[in-house]
């Protein structure tokens, strides 16, 4: 099994739709969580970052970790035409110098 | 505002060539990575440098080397070029290990 287990999509939703994007993980040391937006021919840079469990907020992003799960969520509402990208997890522990662990990431299609 | 800088952009190598991709950050950043992107495969870490002065194995080191010739700077090098090597290679840098990962624009390399 992976670490990280996110599905690659590809995902087609029509533009204003709600987008729900998830990872599971195995490492119940994890503690900080991240999605990470990657548009074709760029790098990827970060889009949400959360310690430990719970829900974060950024406009129309809500990020959200189920520890008790290992499960993180990263939902888009009214969705745009702009979102169409690759988002990656990342996730990272407390112990020893392990970088972090990506999932393989899920493309993501916004229809107008 | 340079960020992470890496080059070259583009790259057509001939199997056995050799080449040094080149990554310079100017954030300050303690921890340096370098990953190589495949369709289906997400981001795969190669080497990382936790500090200055110190270099690991990610998850696909063979066939590559790899340089902290000081703070700012991590190459990348490939001995002995294979057209297995073609990808397209992520620089990263971080402040600390669980802190946000800065990435360049990549370097795509092909090998023929």
């Known amino acids: 099994q992976k670490e990280v287990e996110q599905d690659p999509g590809p995902l087609s939703v029509p533009e204003g739709a709600i987008v729900s994007l998830n990872c599971t993980y195995s490492?119940?040391?994890?503690?900080?969580f991240m999605w990470y937006r990657q548009y074709s021919r760029k790098g990827p840079e970060l889009l949400m970052y959360?310690?430990?469990?719970g829900n974060k907020e950024d406009g129309r992003f809500t990020a959200q970790v189920d520890k008790s799960s290992k499960y993180i969520s990263l939902f888009i509402r009214d969705s745009q035409p702009s979102d169409s990208a690759t988002y990656l997890c990342?996730?990272?522990?407390?112990?020893?110098?392990?970088?972090?662990?990506f999932g393989k990431g899920t493309r993501l299609s916004v229809i107008a | 505002n340079a960020g992470v800088t890496q080059t070259p952009k583009f790259q057509v190598l001939k199997t056995g060539q050799s080449m040094t991709l080149q990554c310079a950050q100017d954030m300050n950043h303690n921890s340096m990575y370098w990953y190589r992107q495949d369709p289906g495969m997400g981001l795969r870490l190669i080497y990382y440098?936790?500090?200055?002065?110190?270099?690991d194995k990610g998850e696909v080191p063979n066939g590559y080397n790899v340089s902290r010739l000081n703070k700012r700077e991590f190459s990348l090098r490939l001995e002995s070029a294979a057209p297995s090597q073609t990808s397209v290679y992520f620089c990263?840098?971080?402040?600390?290990?669980?802190?946000?990962?800065?990435f360049g624009q990549g370097t795509r390399l092909t090998v023929v």
């Open positions: 440098s936790a500090s200055e002065g110190t270099t």
């Open positions: 990263a840098s971080t402040l600390t290990r669980n802190t946000e990962a800065f």
């Open positions: 990342a996730m990272s522990g407390n112990s020893g110098n392990t970088p972090l662990v």
């Open positions: 959360t310690y430990s469990s």
């Open positions: 490492n119940s040391a994890f503690q900080y």
